[in-house]
């Protein structure tokens, strides 16, 4: 017995139902050292698998710990709990399973115990079997736990800090209604004083557990707002815990997504530039919801997406999207670049001044893209084009681009040729008109009225002259010119 309670490493004799079998009289050892033992051996054990796990609920061992939860001392307390979180943690299933046994109102009245170490161990419990859907959450909420949870994270132990503020995450994450819970308990004041508890771990489910309820609704993200979080959760953005950083940009992009009021809050606080800084500042999955947020910004209004761009965002998200190994991230950037580009000419030309278009072509392009990156890259490509008036980023996609992307490519030639003489000089000169008298187009088709308005602006011998077969029509006439002689 003393083997499992110290090492992680598990020996089963006789299957599961044999260690069962042997753990469970002891639970009611009159030796309370042994009870103890005996509980922790049981959530070692439930710990290390599911099918474990479902040893222990089948072995009728769930309602020998909730009786012996509310009537014994604080050390087999701790372990019983330890026991349902195990046996929670694995499946709704299995957590389902210490709902039906009637744990939870043992549990919440354990969270008045004096004890924190019991507290942390029992509000850890409740979290573990609320994460899983709303129904289970729904049950801890019923049991009355969120209030004492809240007062659980006005204790001055770090510990029971965090478990407490995980639990109340984990809670709100599943509904509007079950968030409304927790902010209804007066959570959001006491979460909001914690931002700048030195704590990385702490500060990691503060911010957490403020995200779970501001991602569900306006009114609920102008509530974590009131709480007058900004500009003091920006310093998280520069701390030293990768995941604080993470777990502040999460909070900041679910406030921005909302309106384009909250954004305007977020712009006018320093926010847009900071997640920005932040997103220079780390690799991988950590810049995700930075990148996100950006792209809710910029996707709200013109002015809001040239925030982003006076803060020198697009040059980051290039970055990003060419420095980033894994495809999901790369689709969030080409997606936040897209909403940026795609407002106006202005807009379309500051994404396409870093040289971005030919890396998101590239990417759809690639057949070692994911489908979603691919899709991702072709809507900014075709959104920021739409708008793009700058011809020197739409060359070179006369000579790379697939139908579908020359289409539009062409579209905006035949927008801005007719207005430019400039432009319609450059266009001959750099091969750009012969391109496109090479171009194989569907009589009628809008590629070919495009076609047509491009050449419309030029006499029509310089069209001739550009076109495929011209010389060897010269040729022709060169054989068959009779010379005049005198």
Same mark, same amino acid.
């Given at each position: ?11 089963? @004799? ?5 260690? /069962? ?41 769930? @309602?020998? +710990? ?128 914690? *931002? ?32 007058? *979080? ?6 998280? +953005? ?21 309106? @384009? ?30 990148? /996100? ?12 997406? /040239?925030?982003?761009? *006076? ?28 909403? *940026? ?21 590239? +990417? ?123």
């Amino acid at each position: 017995m003393h083997s499992l309670t110290k090492d992680h490493s598990v020996w089963i @004799p006789n299957g599961q139902t044999g260690v /069962m079998s042997l753990l469970r009289p002891l639970l009611l050892d009159v030796v309370p050292t042994i009870q103890q033992t005996a509980a922790l051996a049981l959530g070692r054990l439930a710990n290390y698998n599911d099918d474990l796990a479902e040893a222990v609920v089948k072995g009728d061992i769930l @309602p020998q +710990l909730v009786y012996s939860l509310a009537e014994q001392n604080r050390f087999y307390k701790k372990a019983a709990a330890f026991v349902l979180r195990a046996v929670a943690k694995h499946s709704p299933q299995l957590a389902q399973a210490i709902v039906d046994c009637g744990a939870l109102d043992t549990l919440v009245i354990c969270l008045e115990d004096f004890d924190p170490g019991v507290k942390e161990a029992v509000a850890w419990a409740l979290g573990y079997i609320a994460r899983h859907n709303a129904e289970l959450s729904q049950a801890v909420v019923d049991a009355g736990a969120v209030p004492l949870l809240v007062l659980c994270i006005q204790e001055p132990e770090i510990a029971l800090k965090r478990i407490a503020a995980s639990a109340l995450s984990d809670i709100s994450k599943h509904s509007p209604e079950l968030a409304q819970t927790v902010v209804d308990a007066g959570a959001i004041a006491h979460l909001a004083q914690m *931002i700048l508890n030195p704590d990385a771990k702490l500060k990691r489910q503060v911010l957490s557990a403020l995200s779970q309820v501001a991602k569900h609704s306006v009114d609920l993200a102008e509530m974590v707002v009131e709480a007058e *979080i900004f500009p003091v959760v920006l310093t998280c +953005l520069k701390d030293k815990d990768e995941y604080v950083k993470k777990n502040a940009c999460t909070l900041i992009r679910e406030i921005a997504k909302h309106t @384009p009021e909250l954004s305007q809050l977020i712009v006018n606080t320093g926010g847009v530039a900071a997640v920005i800084d932040c997103i220079g500042s780390c690799k991988g999955n950590i810049r995700l919801p930075g990148i /996100m947020m950006l792209g809710y910004v910029a996707a709200h209004s013109e002015n809001l997406a /040239m925030a982003v761009i *006076i803060s020198k965002g697009v040059a980051q998200l290039s970055i990003c999207l060419s420095e980033e190994t894994e495809d999901h991230i790369k689709a969030a950037a080409a997606w936040a670049l897209g909403q *940026i580009g795609r407002h106006t000419p202005e807009h379309a030309r500051a994404v396409a001044v870093t040289n971005t278009l030919p890396v998101l072509l590239s +990417l759809y392009m690639s057949t070692e893209s994911s489908e979603d990156l691919q899709e991702k890259s072709k809507k900014a490509i075709k959104t920021i084009l739409q708008k793009c008036t700058y011809l020197p980023a739409l060359e070179p996609f006369l000579y790379d681009a697939p139908p579908n992307i020359l289409k539009h490519v062409v579209g905006q030639f035949s927008k801005v040729l007719p207005h430019d003489s400039k432009a319609r000089r450059l266009f001959v000169t750099s091969g750009g008109l012969k391109k496109v008298q090479e171009i194989k187009a569907e009589p009628g088709s809008l590629l070919q009225e495009y076609i047509n308005s491009i050449n419309n602006c030029y006499p029509e011998e310089i069209v001739r002259y550009y076109s495929p077969g011209y010389s060897d029509t010269l040729l022709q006439r060169v054989d068959s010119y009779q010379p005049i002689i005198n």
